[in-house]
């Protein structure tokens, strides 16, 4: 089965903003671009370095019951310049219903401008499944054991 992603604009988002969209076949996430509001759409979204913003995408999602929309980083933006999200994967429930936000945050050196329209993120629908958590006296033995961080490697 195939989940639909019900997708309503924010009445001040820009509509020539294109929706979410997998750019090739084989894309695993769907491109979530920046839907910037009237006030800064020519001039754009300044993040200083290690400036973090909350980049606006003009959009409202459903996801449907039993999936997760997550939010990822572009690896291009990474690379090239540094941008990241401090929360990634950032999640999206099924019950949420507010303003679909994208949190970023600059690592690099130089201040980098968002541009209305630009592709900050993608988007991945994955399942969910919900465990039911209990109460326990004892957790049974392992080989790892309580070994920690680091604990499985080799050298």
């Known amino acids: 089965m195939t989940p639909i992603i019900k997708v309503l604009r924010e009445d001040w988002a820009d509509p020539e903003v294109a929706l979410p969209a997998y750019e090739t076949h084989g894309a695993a996430g769907a491109d979530i671009r920046a839907n910037l509001p009237p006030e800064i759409r020519d001039t754009g979204l300044v993040l200083a370095p290690m400036g973090r913003a909350i980049v606006p995408t003009g959009l409202r999602v459903a996801i449907p019951e039993g999936f997760e929309m997550q939010i990822r980083p572009r690896s291009g933006l990474a690379l090239k310049h540094g941008l990241g999200m401090p929360n990634g994967p950032g999640t999206i429930d099924s019950d949420y219903r507010g303003p679909l936000g994208v949190l970023m945050i600059n690592f690099g050196a130089e201040a980098y401008t968002i541009r209305h329209g630009e592709r900050v993120a993608q988007a991945i ?5 919900q465990a039911r ?3 326990a006296t004892d957790l049974g033995e392992t080989a790892r054991g309580a070994g920690g961080f680091g604990s499985t490697g080799k050298g």
Do not use: G, K, M, R
């Open 125 to 129: 629908i994955a399942p969910v499944v």
């Open 133 to 135: 958590y209990e109460a």
